[in-house]
């Protein structure tokens, strides 16, 4: 049984939340209605940030790293900024202190990018996220949908350089 901790409260006072809020209630605000919720939310706002992500989570009170598990996972949804391949590095506390900050460092020094910033040769775009619900696996990401925990800066940069 899952321990409900919905914060009912939208990110911004932008009036599409609205919208996003009604549709949900209307589908049963169920965890079965993540992708009809993750859809209502781009059709509001053209894609789906990081606070889409986490209202539609708190919401359903789906796992966040499901929630952008399956968001990343489905090329019809559109996370921005948009590449080929999508890395979401958890910034919460639990990662930050574990290494995320060295993670998103290695990232840049790397690959010249920065959150919500993709390569100039449109191959990665880096997100982040406030926490991924797998904390236990700090420093955690999200490659392409598939979560990736106790990762340092060299092992994600390797495996970001093989997709
Ligand atoms: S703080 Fe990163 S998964 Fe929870």
């Known amino acids: ?3 409900l901790t ?3 409260t939208a990110p911004t006072d932008d009036k599409r939340w609205r919208i996003v809020e009604t ?3 209307r589908l049963g605000d169920r965890p079965e ?3 009809e919720a993750l859809h209502a939310a781009q059709e509001a706002f053209g894609y789906l940030d990081s606070d889409a992500l986490q209202y539609v989570s708190d919401i359903l009170g789906v796992p966040p790293a499901k929630v952008y598990g399956v968001a990343t996972f ?8 948009q590449g080929e391949h999508t890395c979401v590095v ?16 290695g990232i840049d020094a ?3 990018i920065k959150p919500r910033q993709t390569t ?12 991924l619900g797998a904390c236990s696996l700090a420093p955690a990401v999200i490659v392409d949908g598939n979560v990736h925990g106790k990762i340092t800066a060299d092992e994600l940069i390797a495996r970001l350089e093989a997709i």
Do not use: E, Q, W
Request: net charge positive; charged share 20%; glycine share 8%.
């Open 74 to 81: 489905y090329s019809f949804f559109t996370l921005k900024p």
């Open 23 to 25: 549709r949900m209630r």
């Open 90 to 105: 958890c910034t919460g506390t639990a990662c930050y202190i574990n290494g995320a900050k060295d993670i998103m460092a």
């Open 110 to 112: 790397h690959f010249g």
């Open 120 to 131: 100039p040769d449109g191959k990665l775009s880096l997100l982040t996220a406030r926490c």
């Open 33 to 35: 209605a993540l992708i």
């Open 1 to 3: 049984m899952p321990v």
């Open 6 to 8: 919905a914060k009912r």
